[in-house]
T-cell receptor, first 116, second 114 residues
Framework: GAVVSQHPSWVICKSGTSVKIECRSL??????MFWYRQFPKQSLMLMAT?????????EQGVEKDKFLINHASLTLSTLTVTSAHPEDSSFYIC????????????FGPGTRLTVT | AQSVTQLGSHVSVSEGALVLLRCNYS??????LFWYVQYPNQGLQLLLK??????LVKGINGFEAEFKKSETSFHLTKPSAHMSDAAEYFC????????????FGQGTELSVKP
């Protein structure tokens, strides 16, 4: 498999502030990373596809100005939740795709965001 | 377009009993199929995958799944459940021109009774 880390593992922030979540591929270079959110007892919903060196591709209904994604290097992608509100509280999970054309994804441990 | 349906949001079995988690998919192109497991407050771990070739695939922890094209199914089984198998299981499909996106089913929570 592959090792993917996320930081922080959990974060509590006040409404109106911004939070940055990091996703790192620790043992290989990832040209593509994915960001998901998961509500309690629900499935994963793809938010966006992050490609190194280019703009992220957002899924329909996801606000690109609210969820800023930066894939600055082949091992790091960040998700910034701007002006967070309580409804943004969720479990955010990233994944990496190992080889272009391979559809196998390796997932990070997730970040629990709570907005008060 | 692709989609996945997992039959049964919750399955309960006794320890030592057969585990059967059902997954049906819809895909206009040859699918790549995956089963992932998620423990509370953790990410997803790949159990097994089908891409091409042998339709019966074996994964980790004694799980296996069979790709049946005629039934558009990819059910997950394990002959004997263990307490540590209690978790959430997700079936997912990918392939074609979806850019490697995974489409997940709704998930099935597996409980194992002693």
């Amino acid at each position: 498999g592959a090792v993917v880390s996320q930081h922080p593992s959990w974060v509590i922030c006040k409404s109106g502030t911004s939070v940055k979540i990091e996703c790192r591929s620790l043992d290989f270079q990832a040209t593509t990373m994915f960001w998901y959110r998961q509500f309690p007892k629900q499935s994963l919903m793809l938010m966006a596809t992050s490609n190194e060196g280019s703009k992220a591709t957002y899924e329909q209904g996801v606000e690109k100005d609210k969820f800023l994604i930066n894939h600055a290097s082949l091992t790091l992608s960040t998700l910034t939740v701007t002006s967070a509100h309580p409804e943004d509280s969720s479990f955010y999970i990233c994944s990496v795709r190992r080889v272009a054309g391979s559809y196998e994804q390796y997932f990070g441990p997730g970040t629990r965001l709570t907005v008060t | 377009a692709q989609s996945v349906t997992q039959l049964g949001s919750h399955v309960s079995v006794s320890e030592g009993a057969l585990v059967l988690l059902r997954c049906n998919y819809s895909s206009s192109v040859p699918p790549y199929l995956f089963w992932y497991v998620q423990y509370p407050n953790q990410g997803l771990q790949l159990l097994l995958k089908y891409t091409t070739g042998a339709t019966l695939v074996k994964g980790i922890n004694g799980f296996e799944a069979e790709f049946k094209k005629s039934e558009t199914s990819f059910h997950l089984t394990k002959p004997s459940a263990h307490m540590s198998d209690a978790a959430e299981y997700f079936c997912a499909v990918s392939g074609g021109n979806q850019g490697g996106k995974l489409i997940f089913g709704q998930g099935t929570e597996l409980s194992v009774k002693p």
